[in-house]
């Protein structure tokens, strides 16, 4: 039996100033295929597996997406040239979400207007400016702590038009790797995979939790995971990302 596929080519562009280390922030790569898929069907994304073989490069491209395949199992392959690639599984008709534990999460009792802000260097992660980032608990990057985890409030504050699941894109992807909790100085973590789900009619959110953690590591590997709530308990997103560790070290740095 022969599949017919259709191909459709969507322009897309990247802001400099959106840049993390090297090329344009991940997350923001993965919006971009996202939103060629969700073009290509006309449906709403609620998985995705990317896979980041290159740094992207500011200015004009072109999402090319590959409707694998239509009706309820919709799915889309997507491509941002050499650079990157997904697949994408979307609904057509999301219907309710129901969660377990069934309600939302109960946030932590704390206005994240009151947090200080996390303050990390435009110059060395330029796309952090958009971001406004107040952590929960102690753990910080590059303070040497013993578990490689974050817990913080973060929202975006660029002016920038993004469904809520390429805003869950986008913030998943936002902290530093959790093992920077535990190190003192930096070394280059990238992301090579990227895998999220989305649940389908969650409502966008001003400040959302999130969660990010090592789940572990190897001396030239690790997965991170992440989950994102809304500001009211709905769960958001989840992912998972499978990083290169280019400095050795997985933990501390090695004497």
Same mark, same amino acid.
């Given at each position: ?8 080519? %969507? ?12 090329? /344009?922030?991940?997350?923001? @790569? ?6 060629? &898929? ?16 290159? $740094?992207?490069?500011?200015?004009? #491209?072109?999402?090319? +997406? ?24 979307? +609904?057509?008709? =999301? ?6 534990? $069934?309600?939302? @999460? ?5 206005? $994240? ?11 060395? @992660?330029? %796309? ?19 578990? *490689?985890?974050?817990? @913080?409030? /973060? ?20 902290? $530093? *790797?959790? #093992?920077? +909790? ?5 070394? =280059?973590?990238?992301?090579?995979? %990227? ?14 939790? #999130?969660?990010?953690?090592? &789940? ?11 989950? #994102? ?27």
């Amino acid at each position: 039996m022969t599949t017919t596929t259709t191909t459709t080519a %969507f322009p897309t562009s990247f802001d400099e100033s959106w840049r993390g280390f090297g090329g /344009i922030h991940g997350g923001l @790569v993965v919006a971009a295929l996202l939103r060629g &898929a969700a073009r290509a069907l006309d449906a709403t994304p609620v998985a995705v597996t990317a896979h980041l073989y290159a $740094p992207v490069a500011a200015g004009p #491209l072109t999402v090319d +997406a590959e409707v694998v395949m239509g009706g309820r199992s919709a799915g889309v392959r997507a491509r941002l040239g050499d650079a990157a690639t997904a697949g994408v599984r979307l +609904a057509r008709s =999301p219907g309710t979400t129901v969660a377990w534990p $069934p309600g939302p @999460v109960s946030p932590p009792d704390v206005d $994240p207007e009151t947090l200080p802000p996390l303050e990390i260097p435009v110059d060395f @992660v330029p %796309f952090s400016q958009y971001l406004d980032i107040r952590p929960i608990n102690s753990a910080r990057p590059f303070a040497g702590g013993e578990t *490689p985890e974050f817990d @913080v409030w /973060i929202r975006l504050t660029a002016d920038i038009d993004l469904t809520p699941q390429e805003t869950a894109a986008v913030l998943l992807d936002a902290l $530093p *790797p959790g #093992l920077y +909790a535990t190190r003192t100085a930096p070394v =280059p973590i990238p992301t090579i995979e %990227f895998s999220a789900h989305f649940p389908p009619g969650t409502p966008p959110s001003r400040w959302y939790r #999130l969660r990010h953690r090592t &789940a572990w590591a190897t001396d030239d590997l690790c997965v991170d995971e992440a989950e #994102l709530h809304t500001e009211t308990g709905e769960l958001a997103g989840q992912a998972r990302q499978l990083r290169r560790i280019l400095g050795g070290a997985t933990t501390k740095e090695q004497s």
